[in-house]
């Protein structure tokens, strides 16, 4: 092993050359002049001075090696490389790529990237809702308490949590769990929610987004090596957070089909499939529930939901139920029914042994705020030495955004009637979910007017997830460019129509199928034009590759 200490100091350079444990004598180092100001040793440029101290230490017999990256990436975490996010993926960055060649003035087939790929209301231009940002504002800068532009009871409320909080201020950290008058709040929410089933606020954790929430239950979770690794039951097609927290964590990924042909229905019997298959090379522990669906856009039942905790109970399988799409319901006779609600409703035989988790976020519904990342989830009958645990896992981070716990405080204690914001909430709320209303409607009806689409009823959520038929031809040069034919199918209608949408093949689907996640958000008229292009788009496909 050979060491080069070089010490600079007063104009003059010092060597040092250590090999193995001895050490040549202190006689021996040799010094060279430099002069205060100039970048060079003594007749030495910079760019010679590389060459300069290999040579040196070549006199000395100690022979010169480059130190190489300590992280690569055959270094690094191997879990991580196999970590895969469709929503963000190669169509999202070659979308940002064309939006910048289109600024510079590059000539394309179209004047705008429409981006379909995810479910950004803000960025696709959902108004936020006043209230929300009026409490928000308030809290953010407090003398505007004193402006009377402001509503009072956006006032009380903004003074409550101000209170709540170190210092009087939003920049100070909250307590790791969250403001205790922010899960106090949510506690009542749910309890409205699920008419009048007890929530205790020592059982609500806030959180960065539910993602968050959901990933640090699963670190809780998943343990074992070899066939007692934990297996996580997913739905697929499924958010790709599961897919990617799983291979993360290293856990055992458990798929189970939703049934495209019964509306994206959640069955049990493969549940019960899904479970007896992974038996043999893992312990399934978890199951992940996502209603409504995304990308699916599905609404359970409440029949649905009482199969899936029996079954749950039987095999003994802790219950993840995502649940941030909770007022994202448009589709008539389907209505949202939470598994917590179902759960106690089923009696003690399940209320008081089913394991269960569910989450919800300030990101979706009518709120659309997914920049302040706020979010909680709910646990239910878990073990109070892990709930212990699940604290201590939660402070590492020391807490979750405050302005986020803040918005969600205003999302779970609204304006009530006789309040003065209280029409306009309703009026602004009443109006966002029902234009999601109109345009899932109008999503279906154009889909399946194109020959080689199939889209099923948008039930809920905000994202469809059509069927496309892919011709053989195209699916072949898909194959010899190393992509799925879905992904093939996205990347030319971006290239060619400037509409970002995410394929199939990174939520899942059953083999020899392809399909593509497309968000409903964009206003309603930008997304009769992007219906229209896609429309155009395939059946021009169709015929190019026919």
Known sequence: MSLLLLRVADGVACFKVTIGILQRPTSRIRAYSLSPCCRHFSGFSVGHRSSFIQRKMSENGVLFQSRGKVLTVDTMNPAVKKVEYAVRGPIVIRAVELEKELKQGVKKPFTEVIKANIGDAHALG????TFLRQVLALCTYPDLLNDNKFPEDAKERARRILQACGGGSIGAYSASQGIECVRQDVAQYIERRDGGIPSDPNNIYLSTGASDAIVTLLKLLVSGEGRSRTGVLIPIPQYPLYS????ELGAVQVNYYLDEENCWALDVQELRRAVTAARQHCQPKVLCIINPGNPTGQVQSRKCI???????????LFLMADEVYQDNIYAQGCQFHSFKKVLYEMGPEYCDTVELASFHSTSKCYMGECGFRGGYMEVINLDPQVKLQLTKLVSVRLCPPVPG???LDVIANPPREGEPS??????????????LAEKARLTEEIFNTVPGIKCNPVQGAMYSFPRIEIP???????QAKGQSPDM????????EMGICIVPGSGFGQREGTHHFRMTILPPTEKLRILLNKLKEFHERFTREYS
């Open 488 to 495: 093939f199918y996205c990347m030319k209608l971006l290239e």
């Open 405 to 407: 716990q803040v918005l």
């Open 422 to 435: 209280y029409e306009q909430f309703i009026k602004e709320k009443t109006a966002v979910l029902n234009n």
């Open 126 to 129: 959902q108004r936020p809702i």
């Open 472 to 478: 053989d031809k195209a699916v072949k040069e898909a």
């Open 306 to 316: 009482e199969d899936v905790i029996r079954f749950a109970a039987e095999e003994k």
């Open 244 to 247: 990617a927290a799983l291979s």
